[in-house]
């Protein structure tokens, strides 16, 4: 079974941290992505990243970056959290790129953080 | 450009009778479709995908969908609820925001309540 492994179930932070939030995927898959989940608005994507050093923004980018030294490990960073950053947020995998692309994502249990 | 809306935040139904969750999608080529549920606390797990096979689409649990191009749905039902299916259920298109990787777009969420 793939496992996709979200670091921390729950973080509190204060305004203006720094913040890590960390992902490790044991499937060797190409493909890794980070999600915002906000009740009503379903699931959006913040960052994905196709290959080590590679990174693409998604839809909503603005007050994130992210890191992939190494295949397995996608980082999500919040340079200077804000409240408006307070969310459930969720790592996704998958296999395969252009033509081979599965589409299939596989996903962590998710991290809420809270930031006061 | 590819979107997709749930017709319902919110379906009850009570243990052993139908369900039916609504989903219309909208795409310029043929899509892939996916069902994912999400149980409380826990990360997204799929329930089906459409890749343009069988139009009828068996998933786990108990689920299935149908594809129905002509009215641009993919609608998700079980004939018997159980308990344990409570829980929130994104319907998903797939698009491609690069040429290397598959993007999921997600709808709003369908939460489930099953009353017994």
């Known amino acids: 079974d793939v496992k996709v492994t979200q670091s921390s179930r729950y973080l509190v932070k204060r305004t203006g941290e720094k913040v890590f939030l960390e992902c490790v995927q044991d499937?060797?898959?190409?493909?890794m992505f980070w999600y915002r989940q906000d009740p009503g608005l379903g699931l959006r994507l913040i960052y994905f990243s196709y290959d080590v050093k590679m990174k693409e923004k998604g839809d909503i980018p603005e007050g994130y970056s992210v890191s992939r030294e190494k295949k397995e490990r996608f980082s999500l960073i919040l340079e200077s959290a804000s409240t408006n950053q307070t969310s459930m947020y969720l790592c996704?995998?998958?296999f395969g790129q252009g033509a081979n692309a599965k589409n299939i994502q596989y996903f962590g249990a998710g991290t809420r953080l809270s930031v006061l | 450009a590819q979107s997709v809306t749930q017709l319902d935040s919110h379906v009850s139904v009570s243990e052993g009778t139908p369900v039916l969750l609504r989903c219309n999608y909208s795409?310029?080529?043929?899509?892939?479709l996916f069902w994912y549920v999400q149980h409380p606390n826990k990360g997204l797990q799929l329930l089906l995908k459409?890749?343009?096979?069988?139009?009828l689409v068996k998933g786990i649990n108990g689920f299935e969908a149908e594809f129905k191009k002509s009215e641009t749905s993919f609608h998700l039902t079980k004939p018997s609820a159980h308990m344990s299916d409570a829980a929130e259920y994104f319907c998903v298109v797939s698009g491609r925001v690069s040429s290397n990787t598959g993007k999921l777009i997600f709808g709003q969420g369908t939460t489930l309540q099953v009353k017994p």
């Open positions: 499937m060797d898959h190409e493909n």
């Open positions: 459409y890749t343009s096979a069988a139009t």
């Open positions: 795409s310029s080529y043929s899509p892939s």
């Open positions: 996704a995998s998958s």
